[in-house]
């Protein structure tokens, strides 16, 4: 508490004084070169209110509503004029996820006056899922890359987004995603012993998925200068080699939970406090799991869901480590994008 109240003294909230509704805009690209498609959901402080949109809403955010609660959110609004520029947080989504999957997070992050968007990465998402996706890893840092240039330089928000202030969330297996942008380098032998472990894969089928590997491409830096700094939410990061991750420069902060089994924390999360020299790595919850960092689920999605993704945190109070989330990115981010005069 001290920590946090010595920090609003000399760093003010910098959108404190102001109040804004919750904006979303849909960006459908393709990237033509790698034949592949990138959605982006955008969302953004928006002056309007809910009676001055007429815009049809979207079939798969009808169906993202039988299943998880969103927030009310106006589509194709107007952004703000009450700042001329916002920061950019991009969201980088876990295995079989989508691009929505923490908009509870984007909505707490834009009333603070950040424009958040979530890159969907297409064949590793619950729609779309494609079983040789786990043989191409740089599809993921490729997909943030191309909706970055996208957001930058030919969006709706290209004249709005704040061009040195500029950071990456990523959940799960977005958070390799994250690592791998920040200039982490996968590890052949790491990767070969995460599939022998988690999946006991037989000798012959290793050496068939490493065959079948570009490694060019799987063994190369992603680093993007533009992201200035990392928010990892329970990352998975047990394939990188320990000199790439030694030489990561961007402020990076990372949480976790100690009753997740999906991506055990000392084999992950603790494993960023070793080596990442600019990490600094908390727990969050002491029985939480890997999935608490998701939206809430309607009645219906815990029936059409997996048990596991709910019933492990069914004792937890979701909303209160919510709200430690929100503290944390806010206070993170603005000692890390924003330079005070």
Same mark, same amino acid.
């Given at each position: 508490?001290?920590?946090?109240?010595?920090?609003?003294?000399?760093?003010?909230?910098?959108?404190?004084?102001?109040?804004?509704?919750?904006?979303?805009?849909?960006?459908?690209?393709?990237?033509?070169?790698?034949?592949?498609?990138?959605?982006?959901?955008?969302?953004?402080?928006?002056?309007?209110?809910?009676?001055?949109?007429?815009?049809?809403?979207?079939?798969?955010?009808?169906?993202?509503?039988?299943?998880?609660?969103?927030?009310?959110?106006?589509?194709?609004?107007?952004?703000?004029?009450?700042?001329?520029?916002?920061?950019?947080?991009?969201?980088?989504?876990?295995?079989?996820?989508?691009?929505?999957?923490?908009?509870?997070?984007?909505?707490?992050?834009?009333?603070?006056?950040?424009?958040?968007?979530?890159?969907?990465?297409?064949?590793?998402?619950?729609?779309?899922?494609?079983?040789?996706?786990?043989?191409?890893?740089?599809?993921?840092?490729?997909?943030?890359?191309?909706?970055?240039?996208?957001?930058?330089?030919?969006?709706?928000?290209?004249?709005?987004?704040?061009?040195?202030?500029?950071?990456?969330?990523?959940?799960?297996?977005?958070?390799?995603?994250?690592?791998?942008? =920040?200039?982490?380098?996968?590890?052949?032998?790491?990767?070969?012993?995460?599939?022998?472990?988690?999946?006991?894969?037989?000798?012959?089928?290793?050496?068939?998925?490493?065959?079948?590997?570009?490694?060019?491409?799987?063994?190369?830096?992603?680093?993007?200068?533009?992201?200035?700094?990392?928010?990892?939410?329970?990352?998975? =990061?047990?394939?990188?080699?320990?000199?790439?991750?030694?030489?990561?420069?961007?402020?990076?902060?990372?949480?976790?939970?100690?009753?997740?089994?999906?991506?055990?924390?000392?084999?992950?999360?603790?494993?960023?406090?070793?080596?990442?020299?600019?990490?600094?790595?908390?727990?969050?919850?002491?029985? =939480?799991?890997?999935?608490?960092?998701?939206?809430?689920?309607?009645?219906?999605?815990?029936?059409?869901?997996?048990?596991?993704?709910?019933?492990?945190?069914?004792?937890?109070?979701?909303?209160?480590?919510?709200?430690?989330?929100?503290?944390?990115?806010?206070?993170?981010?603005?000692?890390?994008?924003?330079?005070?005069?």
């Amino acid at each position: 508490m001290r920590r946090l109240l010595t920090f609003l003294f000399l760093f003010p909230p910098l959108f404190a004084s102001k109040t804004f509704s919750l904006g979303v805009k849909t960006l459908e690209l393709f990237d033509e070169e790698r034949q592949h498609p990138v959605l982006i959901e955008c969302w953004y402080p928006t002056d309007a209110t809910q009676t001055d949109s007429a815009v049809e809403p979207r079939e798969d955010v009808e169906k993202w509503k039988e299943i998880w609660v969103l927030p009310e959110q106006i589509r194709d609004a107007a952004v703000s004029d009450q700042q001329e520029r916002y920061p950019l947080l991009l969201l980088s989504h876990g295995n079989c996820g989508f691009r929505a999957e923490q908009s509870w997070f984007a909505e707490k992050m834009v009333q603070k006056g950040y424009i958040v968007a979530g890159v969907e990465h297409y064949g590793n998402t619950w729609e779309v899922y494609d079983h040789t996706y786990v043989c191409r890893p740089w599809e993921r840092p490729m997909d943030v890359r191309f909706a970055l240039d996208f957001l930058l330089e030919a969006s709706p928000f290209s004249s709005r987004i704040s061009l040195d202030q500029i950071g990456l969330c990523g959940y799960s297996l977005g958070g390799m995603t994250a690592l791998l942008l =920040a200039g982490g380098i996968l590890s052949e032998q790491d990767m070969k012993d995460e599939l022998l472990n988690r999946y006991s894969l037989p000798e012959f089928l290793l050496d068939r998925f490493f065959l079948s590997l570009d490694r060019e491409k799987t063994f190369s830096s992603f680093k993007d200068e533009r992201i200035k700094s990392y928010l990892l939410f329970a990352p998975f =990061a047990n394939i990188f080699h320990p000199e790439s991750l030694s030489g990561i420069s961007a402020p990076m902060r990372v949480l976790y939970t100690l009753g997740d089994s999906v991506v055990p924390p000392y084999e992950h999360a603790l494993k960023l406090a070793r080596e990442v020299k600019t990490a600094k790595v908390d727990a969050l919850d002491f029985e =939480a799991g890997h999935y608490v960092y998701l939206n809430k689920m309607t009645a219906s999605g815990r029936e059409a869901l997996p048990e596991c993704m709910y019933e492990e945190h069914s004792n937890i109070n979701q909303q209160e480590i919510f709200e430690r989330i929100v503290q944390e990115a806010d206070l993170f981010f603005q000692t890390t994008l924003f330079t005070m005069p």
